[in-house]
């Protein structure tokens, strides 16, 4: 099985006043379709830029990064923002919603981005709000939500255009031990629904759902 | 235009209510205060023009240097320069005034305002090439002495008890009466008058020679500037002076309108002031609201807004506030105008305010650009950022 996500030999390198500081140090990995991986290691291993990479949120200084047949060293600002709508799903330790707009449109948003027609991006919205148990809280804003609802919000707009990856960065992280134990629940549910998770963390006991453990440090990865 | 991120606009703009309106605002004072400014100066300028019209433009008028207007202690003209003019072949006629402010006395009362004396006998073509009037009563005419035509603002409100047709009048000491009751004219100035015969008034005032100003009536096709260069030619021979002026009607609205130019100037630079005031709040209100939300633009550009969905949204949201501030602007300003035009007429200052769609069109568009140029720098700014960037802003 040749590899969905696929790093070689990649660097991230920060230039601070003729210093320069490499986040990431050269890593390579493999990461299949279907993988659950946790990318685990102390703050500042490199651990969420290796995310922000695979997400296409950032840009590597060297290396390359294929996600399935594209290089994205390759691509347009333009070509990157469509794989960030249409392939991949990301779910934040803040949440990262749109404060001003209710949750059904904060999850239907991907799809305004895709041209999609009003009435089907709040149908799926609908039923995915449904999903993960939202149905009563679809015309809050965030701020009339709790962490845990909004972490919700979050999954659905993560899940919305049927991404194949979905990355997601401490999502535990702001909330308390029970509601973030639901929220590994639910991920843990869509990768056996089939999708291919990458979860970052420094909390060793939330690996466990995982079936490949990445280890970081100081940039780069520990023994695999 | 995407109407999705018409609506992702109306949202935003609605969830930050005040600090919209307070941008809002903003533009409404500097769109309000160019257009009223515009408006009026504009309608001052009609208004002006309009008058002059209806005083004739076939109208040649001498006065001693440094005349500034009726009423003015000239020194210089006699009735011997009226002489010399009629001489002069193609006027229809030629009028002296003779103009002194005076005590005037009805009912127990005194008060002081402006008399005008034109020859008794010439009253009656004079106003009627004038446009002046009577609301009641009847005009001057040949061999009329004590008699008197009243200003409209001197006949309803000088005095305590309104004057009328056969009321006695008491001016400077010697007694008149009214024969007539003018028609308001529109300017505190005329409408303050009162006229009588020219010979009386040299009699009461002891002025048996003097002539404040002479208007000559010229023919109609008759050649004004000729006219005016051989007036200027005979008096001059005659007088073995210069110290007159004459001017003709289209010589003294250019003068206004070159007066008028400048307050116009002064009063667009100072909208202009405003606007830039205004424009500058706008710019940094804009500013701010689009640098707070870094963030929120690095979210939409990770579930997949294009650079160009970004600038859309924000350009979007600018622009609805320009556009909002600029008709409410507009209307204020337009009230403005109205409302100032309404406290002339009862200041006694006619002021005819003539709203004009392209000025209101020119504060409306004027909002809408700004909003948009305010709104486009820092939106571009943002886009070009990198998504990891944005959403590590706070």
């Known amino acids: 099985m040749s590899a969905l996500i696929k790093l070689q030999d990649v660097y991230k390198i920060y230039s601070l006043e003729d210093v320069e500081v490499p986040a990431i140090d050269g890593i390579s990995l493999e990461i299949n379709q279907g993988d659950f991986v946790a990318l685990i290691g102390p703050s500042g291993s490199g651990k969420s830029t290796v995310m922000n990479l695979i997400g296409c949120l950032d840009t590597a200084t060297k290396g390359t990064i294929h996600l399935g047949s594209h290089n994205i060293q390759h691509l347009s600002e333009s070509d990157l923002a469509q794989i960030r709508g249409k392939q991949i799903g990301f779910i934040f330790q803040t949440f990262n919603l749109i404060p001003s707009l209710h949750a059904l449109d904060n999850v239907a948003l991907p799809m305004l981005f895709q041209h999609i027609p009003k009435s089907a991006r709040n149908k799926k919205a609908k039923k995915l709000l449904e999903q993960v148990g939202l149905a009563d809280r679809m015309y809050h804003l965030p701020n009339q939500l709790s962490g845990g609802q909004r972490q919700r919000v979050a999954i659905a707009r993560a899940l919305i255009n049927d991404p194949e990856i979905i990355l997601a960065d401490e999502p535990t992280g702001n909330l308390d031990t029970k509601t973030g134990e639901e929220i590994m629940k639910l991920l843990s549910s869509f990768h056996r629904q089939g999708k291919t998770i990458i979860l970052v963390t420094h909390n060793p006991a939330l690996t466990k759902l995982a079936n490949k453990v990445i280890r970081m440090k100081d940039g780069q990865i520990m023994g695999g | ?394």
């Open chain 2, 1 to 394: 235009m995407n109407l999705d991120h018409v609506l992702i606009a109306v949202h935003s703009i609605r969830h930050r209510k005040l600090r919209s309106w307070l941008t809002v605002v903003g533009i409404i004072i500097g769109v309000a205060a160019i257009i009223s400014l515009i408006t009026v100066s504009r309608s001052l300028e009609s208004t002006i023009q309009q008058q002059f019209e209806q005083f004739g433009a076939n109208r040649i008028i001498i006065s001693a240097k440094g005349f500034q207007g009726p009423g003015t202690m000239s020194q210089g003209l006699t009735t011997e320069d009226v002489d010399t003019i009629q001489k002069i072949s193609g006027f229809k006629y030629v009028v002296p005034g003779l103009f002194r402010s005076a005590e005037v006395g009805f009912h127990g009362e005194t008060g002081f305002t402006l008399i005008g004396a034109l020859p008794a006998e010439q009253y009656r073509d004079f106003y009627a090439d004038t446009g002046i009037e009577l609301d009641r009563g009847k005009m001057i005419q040949e061999g009329d002495t004590h008699v008197a035509l009243i200003g409209s603002r001197v006949a309803a409100d000088m005095f305590g008890k309104e004057m009328g047709v056969g009321n006695k009048i008491i001016i400077n000491k010697v007694n008149f009466k009214i024969i007539g009751i003018m028609k308001e004219i529109g300017n505190d100035h005329d409408d303050n008058q009162i006229a009588i015969p020219l010979e009386t008034a040299r009699e009461i005032f002891n002025e048996p020679e003097r002539v404040d100003t002479i208007i000559a009536q010229v023919k109609s096709g008759a050649d004004i500037p000729s006219l005016q260069h051989k007036i200027e030619r005979e008096l001059e021979r005659k007088r073995g002076d210069t110290n007159f002026q004459v001017l003709t009607a289209t010589q003294i609205l250019e003068q206004i309108n070159q007066v008028l130019g400048v307050m116009q100037v002064v009063l667009v630079g100072i909208a202009a002031i405003s606007l830039l005031v205004g424009a500058i709040g706008i710019m940094n209100s804009m500013y701010t609201s689009v640098l707070e939300r870094t963030k929120e633009i690095g979210i939409m550009k990770a579930i997949g807004a294009r650079n160009s969905d970004i600038l859309q949204i924000f350009l979007m949201e600018s622009g609805l506030i320009g556009l909002v501030g600029g008709l409410l602007g507009s209307a204020l300003g337009t009230a403005g105008a109205l409302a100032l035009g309404s406290f002339s007429k009862g200041a006694g200052f006619l002021l005819l305010v003539k709203i004009e769609i392209s000025v209101l069109l020119f504060g409306l568009l004027f909002a809408l650009v700004l909003g948009l140029l305010s709104g486009i720098l820092p939106a571009y700014q943002a886009a070009k950022l990198k998504p990891v960037e944005a959403l590590r802003y706070e």
